[in-house]
């Protein structure tokens, strides 16, 4: 059991709507087609927002929340698979443009997993005793990855951005991280890839040039194997869930709300059926907002603690899944 307490959280949505009316416009798809196989009925889509404006905007929210400045923070972390640089790191443009010039910075990329990866990181560099004030920022614009005449992909993603202030909690707090369970599946990580720039220069020999490990050739965009994504994702949200709650010694029925990565409706709830969750305690907000890999679990915590539906005391656990193959789930107590 880790003393983590989150302190505040902020969301930033872009303002640009795409409905499921307007993707049928462009590629063969319907409302009716996309609802019943995803539950999505639209996603935000950037306007020209970069990722590390997205993460700003969400940081300063949730700085304001927590009630401290940028030159409180001591350490940065990003999770985003969606960067505007290869170097700069997006937590250091983050850094600059909140004034947290005492803060170390980093990004990860553990894809939709990432804000879970974060949060168990977040808890160990706390526990260390040297580092005060640290604030994670999931930011994505997943649409410079998604190519718009494929509908088996195009219809599933948003751009967005969540952040939270993370500090150590006091002893007489009730805030917790009581338990988080990690890991990844790379054996099968050609299922879902989108790839980086391939080596070029002017004293490379074509016929040395290695083949792509996933063949993954000729271009960036998300290539996706859905039935076996689909079989993962279920097998793994449940079972770290429930591996989760055996090592916090929590039962199910303690929990107030389960935050699943926001992938697909038929996902959630086949694996909300295998962890035999009551249907209340998930929470589902794919239909305003799509996929946008690692900040949709903060995108969804953060509105249940600004809509004071999530009360100090309460349990949660969070658990995502996502390219890499990667997985996890968190219990705390908020």
Known sequence: MHQLRIAGTGNYLPELTVTNQMLSEIVDTSDEWIMSRTGISERRLSAGEPTWHMGAQAAREALKQAGIQGSEIDLIVVTTI????????????????????????????????????????????????????????????????????????????????????????????????????????????????????????????????????????????ISMEGQEVFKFAVRVLADSVIEALNKAQVELTDVRYIIPHQANIRIVDAAARRMKADPQQIISRMVDFGNTSSASIPICLNELIRSGKLQRGEKVVLCGFGAGLTYGAAVFVY
């Open 82 to 221: 969606t960067p505007d640089y290869y170097t700069p790191s997006t937590a250091c443009v983050i850094q600059a443009e909140i004034g947290a010039d005492r803060a170390f910075c980093f990004d990860i990329n553990a894809a939709c997993t990432g804000f879970v990866y974060a949060l168990d990181l977040a808890a160990r560099y706390l526990q260390a005793g040297d580092v005060q004030n640290i604030l994670i920022v999931s930011s994505e614009n997943i649409s410079k990855l998604v190519d718009y005449s494929d509908r088996s992909t195009c219809v599933l993603f948003g751009d967005g951005a969540s952040a939270a202030v993370c500090r150590r909690s006091h002893p007489d707090e009730t805030s917790r991280l009581m338990s988080t369970v990690l890991g990844a599946e790379g054996r099968n990580a050609g299922c879902l890839v989108s790839r980086a720039l391939r080596l070029d220069h002017p004293f490379l020999d074509p016929d040395h040039v290695w083949p792509d490990r996933y063949g993954h050739e000729n271009h960036h965009y």
